[in-house]
Nanobody, 125 residues
Framework: QVQLVESGGGLVQAGGSLRLSCAASGRTSSRFSIGWFRQAPGKEREIVAAANWSGALTYYADSVKGRFTLSRDNAKNTVYLQMASLRPEDTAVYYC??????????????????WGQGTQVTVSS
């Protein structure tokens, strides 16, 4: 069993930055696949970024490439999503997800078995 708790969301002006955190608990090791997704009102959930167990390999959606950075600190069982140059279209609820049985990069929501409760990010124009 893994519990994921996101934090760091909020309201920011376009061009601003936010850092989301996802704290994992329930296992002695957090060396597993992790991902960040988002869902805007009226839209389907989409992948934002994903990382392998060490964080050495990462994936980013084209819409956030060059602006968002995923990192992980396995010693702290925490994953971060640094978001810069935010745009109004980045407004969404952001979720972190994990699959403790996998170690590679997973880009499909169905591949993840644990999800956080989500944190709202609102970017004003």
């Amino acid at each position: 069993q893994v519990q994921l708790v996101e934090s760091g969301g909020g309201l920011v002006q376009a061009g601003g930055s936010l850092r989301l955190s996802c704290a994992a608990s329930g296992r002695t090791s957090s060396r597993f696949s992790i991902g960040w997704f988002r869902q805007a009102p009226g839209k389907e959930r989409e992948i934002v970024a994903a990382a392998n167990w060490s964080g050495a390999l990462t994936y980013y959606a084209d819409s956030v490439k060059g602006r968002f950075t995923l990192s992980r600190d396995n010693a702290k069982n925490t994953v971060y999503l640094q978001m810069a140059s935010l745009r109004p279209e980045d407004t969404a609820v952001y979720y972190c997800a994990a699959n403790p049985l996998r170690t590679g990069i997973l880009t499909q929501g169905g591949e993840y078995t644990y999800w956080g409760q989500g944190t709202q990010v609102t970017v004003s124009s």
